[in-house]
């Protein structure tokens, strides 16, 4: 049974940091990749990033490039999301979710469509 579950989210201010982790069970890593996604009230679910431990691969959208990093341990079957230099508009519930396959799709990663299971959130809001 494929389980996903969030943590490590938090209040913190403006030029913080937080780490997101992605405890994964019922698979491997290296079985699917695994994108983060966020949701803040009233707007749609936004991706933000996908990380296969197959290739190595991580990708991010725009707005976080430079800030959040990806990092993956095998041995623990957990998913790091790195977020440095948060602003306000980070502010949101953060989830991360399983691709349909071991690869990024490096032109849809984005998009909630290619995920097949979720896990329920953790909580991330940026405020002095």
């Known amino acids: 049974q494929v389980q996903l579950v969030e943590s490590g989210g938090g209040l913190v201010q403006p030029g913080g940091s937080l780490r997101l982790s992605c405890a994964a069970s019922g698979f491997t890593l290296d079985t699917y990749a695994i994108g983060w996604f966020r949701q803040a009230p009233g707007k749609e679910r936004e991706g933000v990033s996908c990380?296969?431990?197959?290739?190595?691969?991580?990708y991010f959208v725009d707005s976080v490039k430079g800030r959040f990093t990806l990092s993956g341990d095998n041995a623990k079957n957990t998913v790091y999301l790195q977020m440095d230099s948060l602003k306000p508009e980070d502010t949101a519930t953060y989830y991360c979710?399983?691709?349909?396959?071991?690869?990024?799709?490096?032109?849809?990663?984005?998009?909630?469509?290619?995920?097949?299971?979720w896990g329920h959130g953790t909580q991330v809001t940026v405020s002095s």
């Open positions: 990380l296969s431990m197959r290739d190595g691969k991580t």
């Open positions: 979710a399983t691709s349909a396959g071991p690869y990024c799709s490096w032109d849809g990663f984005h998009l909630p469509g290619v995920y097949d299971y």
